[in-house]
């Protein structure tokens, strides 16, 4: 059974950056036939897939055009887990974010969320 | 990016009832998940590749369609099924997700 554990702040003030971790068990950050993604839910945009990092033989990073230039997905093998880095943050990126697992078998689907965190951007 | 879009909105139904809410994406897509979620709650994974019932879902669950038009079916209405309902494109990034459809009592 694969579990997501999401840390990170909830709070952020305007302009810093948002920083998330998610631990990992039963699988991991290496798998070859797994993707680990971070998701977004706001009321506004809705459920936003905002990237993803993956390793076949070597690390693959897929990100959305709406926050491409201001995010970073790492994976950390020490600690079988993945961060997310989003930056210049506005009250806009208020949502609650996601971590997941998306398992491909020929099409990815995302099989695990972690529980979710409330990330609110305010000073 | 692939747009989707999910019709009705939403939609009231009683215990019993056979519901159908459909998806549509902006170009041709080879695969579509549907996805079911509670207040408070992640989404659940239901249907992959448009008609693939994931490990555990009831079988009254049941996805279809190809190429741009899709549908999910519930045969009769339970009540722990009233939740929202999304679609999502897996076969490019950025995978989207439908606005969602919410299933309340009527």
């Known amino acids: 059974q694969v579990q997501l554990q999401q840390s990170g702040p909830g709070l952020v003030k305007p302009s810093q950056t948002l920083s998330l971790t998610c631990a990992i068990s039963g699988d991991s950050v290496s798998s070859n036939s797994a993707a680990w993604n971070w998701i977004r839910q706001s009321p506004s945009r809705g459920l936003e897939w905002l990237g993803r990092?993956?390793?076949?033989?070597?690390?693959?990073?897929d990100y959305a055009v709406s926050v491409k230039s201001r995010i970073t997905i790492n994976p950390d093998t020490s600690k079988n887990q993945f961060s997310l880095q989003l930056s210049s943050v506005t009250p806009e990126d208020t949502a609650v974010y996601y971590c997941?697992?998306?398992?491909?078998?020929?099409?990815?689907?995302?099989?695990?969320w972690g529980q979710g965190a409330l990330v609110t951007v305010s000073s | 990016d692939i747009q989707m879009t999910q019709s009705p909105s939403s939609l009231s139904a009683s215990v019993g009832d056979r519901v159908t809410i459909t998806c549509r994406a902006s170009q041709s897509i080879n695969y579509l998940n549907w996805y079911q979620q509670k207040p408070g709650k992640a989404p659940n994974l239901l249907i992959y590749s448009a008609s693939t019932l994931q490990s555990g879902v009831p079988s009254r669950f049941s996805g279809s369609g190809s190429g741009t038009d899709f549908a999910l079916t519930i045969s009769s209405l339970q009540p722990e099924d009233f939740a929202t309902y999304y679609c999502q494109q897996s076969y490019n990034t950025p995978f989207t997700f439908g606005p969602g459809t919410k299933v309340d009592l009527k």
């Open positions: 990092t993956y390793y076949r033989s070597k690390w693959y990073y």
């Open positions: 997941a697992r998306s398992y491909s078998s020929g099409s990815y689907r995302v099989d695990y």
